[in-house]
C-alpha cells in the first residue's frame, strides 16, 4: 500500500492499493477539517485499508497542526479506539 495523499481538488484524502483507491471525503474550514465520509472499495474491505487510510489522514492533519471533526462513523469509531488522536479532534 502506498501512503495517503491529499487529494485537494477532489477534497480527499485518498490512499491507493493495487488497482482501487479507498478515500475521506472532507470540507477544510481553515485550521478545522470536517472528515464527512470514508470509502473502501470492495475489494479491500477486511485487509486494514480503511484503518490504514484514517491513520495515514490523522498523521497528515496531525503534521499540518489541523484539528478535525469526524462525522464519519468510521472515522470517530477509529478515533475512540485509538485514543492517541483524542487531542485532535476539535472541541475535544
Do not use: W
Not at 503534521?63 to 471533526?69: I, K, P, S
Amino acid at each position: 500500500m502506498n501512503q495517503v495523499n491529499d487529494n485537494a481538488a477532489s477534497q480527499r484524502f485518498e490512499l491507493a492499493a493495487g488497482d482501487a483507491v479507498a478515500f475521506i471525503a472532507y470540507r477544510r474550514e481553515g485550521n478545522q477539517v470536517e472528515l464527512i465520509h470514508t470509502e473502501v472499495p470492495q475489494a479491500l474491505e477486511g485487509k486494514g485499508v480503511g484503518s490504514a487510510l484514517v491513520r495515514g489522514t490523522l498523521e497528515r492533519l496531525r503534521a499540518d497542526g489541523a484539528t478535525v471533526l469526524p462525522s464519519c462513523s468510521f472515522v470517530a469509531r477509529y478515533i475512540e479506539r485509538h485514543p492517541e488522536y483524542g487531542d485532535m479532534v476539535a472541541g475535544g
